[in-house]
């Protein structure tokens, strides 16, 4: 169980980026006040925490009404995480994690970012609904494991709410660089992680053997 959540966690993590999203918010809330910052950052995520447990608890429905097998899942929930995880190695961005140059122009003109782009797609972006839908797939048979990835979902929005608290500080104390190094360490575990998620499709598929 606790390797699971450990999966989990890490895979979360990587694909919400606590960090990233605490440097744009801070950005994106320069001139705005404490009280209304700190108001967005509550709403934003607690609208994140619900889509990114509706996809988690609603990915098996998702699955059963589109025909999508488990080992396509994981092959394409796969190649989707490694993809996010090579930007994360090169420091790149892409909107499989982060906003884009446009929504980004968007945000900046908006009074409140709480749901666009704070709680998606910076919080519950393509990726993490993904991952979500990925890891809870696997851990099917098992409500037990379930209940560890739920954990490490609730794990990740709470760590994320108290860096968007203190978003500017940890900017501040971090830095550019400090902020990329463990950003790139998430990014190398993600990619093996995704790789080992193709593998186990491909080997479910039957296209491998064990």
């Not at 080992?71 to 982060?98: E, N, P, Q």
């Not at 704070?118 to 609904?129: Q, S």
């Amino acid at each position: 169980m606790l390797e699971t959540y450990v999966v989990a966690f890490t895979t979360i993590f990587a694909t919400v980026g606590p960090l990233d999203v605490a440097a744009v918010f801070a950005a994106l809330t320069a001139g705005t006040s404490k009280a209304k910052a700190k108001s967005m950052a509550y709403r934003g995520t607690a609208i994140a925490t619900f889509i990114l447990l509706g996809f988690a608890l609603g990915g098996e429905i998702i699955l059963q009404t589109l025909g999508i097998s488990m080992a396509a899942l994981k092959v394409a929930g796969g190649i989707l995480l490694l993809l996010i995880a090579i930007d994360l190695v090169f420091a790149r961005t892409s909107g499989g994690f982060s906003t884009t140059d446009e929504e980004n122009d968007e945000a900046s003109i908006k009074q409140d970012i709480s749901v666009f782009p704070l709680a998606t797609p910076l919080i519950a972006g393509p990726g993490a609904m993904g991952a979500a839908i990925l890891l809870m797939a696997k851990s099917a048979e098992e409500p037990s494991l379930q209940a560890m990835v739920i954990a490490a979902i609730l794990s990740i929005m709470l760590l994320t709410l108290c860096l968007l608290l203190i978003a500017t500080r940890v900017q501040k104390v971090l830095g550019i660089t400090g902020m990329q190094v463990i950003t790139r360490v998430f990014g190398v575990l993600l990619a093996a992680l995704a790789v080992q998620f193709m593998l186990d499709g491909l080997v479910q598929s039957q296209l491998l053997a064990h």
